[in-house]
């Protein structure tokens, strides 16, 4: 079976879909429409594909060149800029800041405007899956230790090293940032605990359990709202826990009571002389006890909440475990859908019950494996629905009946033409391109009736698209 690799973009409104014979890029309009805006052939053996929100900006690892970056502009088939490091690239992330460029033992930190290597990250322990992520507020976080899970946090955005946390006992398997960046998610090798940090003090905000059994964790992910966590492993059970918003505010004035009682301690010590040295002792003291004092008065009452291993939200009960799904919480069409990813080559599209939890039930699958006009758009009988959703043994749901299941949906389109509506592509590109015109399609208009600047940095488009740059 042939693998694919699909990746979405930072607000979940593209996926790329990644083959051993091309790249195809996806824009998510709608749950029943997914436009292809951009494919070529994979004749370079491209290995990472990362795009920059909606913008025409791609970046791309190959095979053949596995330490050169390469920044396309996809629209224009224009070469940016090509980066070269000492060593083979592992990951790429990127935000409307910083790109980050992670290897085995070194993490490379660049301004996205220009593309400058602002600082390197030096001498890491070895990091051979390329393990960080990097927030929408320029936050990196990287595991320190092979044998344990302890991560270090980077403000990328002002270059300072911050804080260290013992996360797990094992080695790191996933690391996620909330959208806003006050909080962050780990899951070890083991893949049974999730925890969630707050990345202010470094204090455990929540403890999920995902299961008993060890598996890895493949996709990590926040909704755009901060609110829930999406975990998806190698078993048929996709889990959505939800962040307590009342423990996330306790963790958070912990913080800032940690924070006042420090400075008042170095008010008291640097305005103490040293014949007063003694007499000045207390003072600190004091502080501490202050801190002591806020925590038990926040703490105690909702401790066991905050500490306490949550259960999942909601769930989804996939067809066939053992295949890698990537997953995404978001809004289409301002309705809170839960995309999942597969490596067959399937994007399914699953309503989320942001408001009771439960199962999630499934609206649409589509398939991305083949050409354009071979794109098949499935919208799902309610039957077929809780046949999917709520099988009698989830175990005996096995690939060929995920097939048998695409068949019939696909019958059910055949069978009961709707004549009022038509979401095949063919009829999009026949349709009305004014009405299929979206902010982002503009956008991309723009950009292309832009000449290519003299600078680096151009206001009009972000980033630009011209010089070749090497490093």
């Known amino acids: 079976m042939t693998t694919y690799q699909m990746n979405f973009n930072q607000d979940f409104t593209s996926l790329s879909v990644l083959s051993p014979t091309g790249l195809r890029l ?10 292809e805006i951009f494919a070529k052939d994979n004749t370079e053996q491209i290995r990472i594909v990362e795009r920059l929100f909606n913008s025409s900006l791609v970046v791309l690892v190959t095979a053949q060149k596995p330490n050169c970056l390469k920044m396309l502009h996809f629209k224009k088939k224009q070469d940016i800029c090509n980066c070269f490091y000492p060593s083979e690239i592992l990951c790429v992330r990127m935000n409307r800041q910083r790109l980050i460029v ?30 960080c992520a990097l927030s929408l507020n320029s936050h990196l976080a990287f595991p320190v230790c092979q044998t344990s899970g302890e991560l270090r946090i980077f403000n990328a955005s002002k270059l300072r090293t911050g804080m260290t946390i013992r996360a797990h006992d094992t080695s790191l398997s996933a690391l996620a940032f909330s959208p806003s960046g006050a909080l962050l998610a780990t899951a070890s090798e083991r893949g049974t605990v999730i925890r969630v940090f707050c990345v202010k003090n470094g204090q455990r905000v929540q403890e999920f359990r995902r299961g008993v059994s060890c598996v890895r964790i493949a996709s990590l992910v926040f909704s755009a709202s901060g609110d829930f966590l999406c975990a998806s492993s190698n078993t048929e059970t996709i889990h959505v826990f939800k962040i307590d918003a009342r423990a996330v505010e306790t963790v958070e004035l912990k913080a800032i009571a940690d924070v006042a009682a420090k400075s008042e301690n170095s008010a008291k010590e640097s305005a103490a002389s040293a014949a ?52 995404a919480l978001t809004r289409v069409q301002k309705e809170p859908r839960l995309l999942i990813a597969c490596e067959d080559g ?13 199962s999630c039930k499934l609206l649409s699958v589509h398939d991305l494996r083949g050409a354009l006009e071979d794109v098949i758009e499935l919208e799902l009988s309610e039957s077929l629905q809780r046949s999917q959703i709520k099988p009698s043994n989830p175990s005996t749901l096995t690939q060929p009946s995920l097939t048998m299941l695409k068949s019939c949906a ?9 004549p009022m509506q038509d979401n095949s592509y063919a009829s999009i590109l026949k349709g009305d391109q004014a009405d299929a015109m979206s902010d ?32």
Not at 105 to 124: A, G, P, T, V, Y
Not at 453 to 469: G, M, N, S
Request: a negative charge.
């Open 346 to 358: 399937f994007l399914y599209v699953h309503e989320f019950p942001a408001d009771r939890g439960g």
């Open 276 to 327: 007063a040295e003694e007499s000045s002792r207390p003072v600190a003291t004091w502080g501490g006890m202050f801190s002591k004092a806020v925590s038990s008065l926040l703490l105690p009452t909702q401790v066991s909440e905050v500490l306490a291993q949550d259960r999942s939200f909601a769930t989804v009960q996939l067809a066939q475990g053992g295949l890698k799904h990537i997953c």
């Open 410 to 418: 696909a019958s059910v389109l055949i069978e009961n033409p709707d």
């Open 440 to 471: 982002s399609a503009k956008f991309r208009k723009l950009c292309d009736a832009i000449d290519t600047p003299t600078k680096l940095y151009d206001e009009r488009q972000f980033p630009p698209v011209a010089i070749t740059a090497k490093d």
């Open 26 to 35: 996806f824009s998510i309009t709608s749950q029943d429409k997914v436009e």
């Open 102 to 131: 992670c290897l085995a033992e070194s993490i490379h930190i660049h301004d996205i405007r220009d593309m400058k290597i602002l600082h390197s990250i030096e001498n890491i322990a070895p990091n051979e899956q390329g393990l």
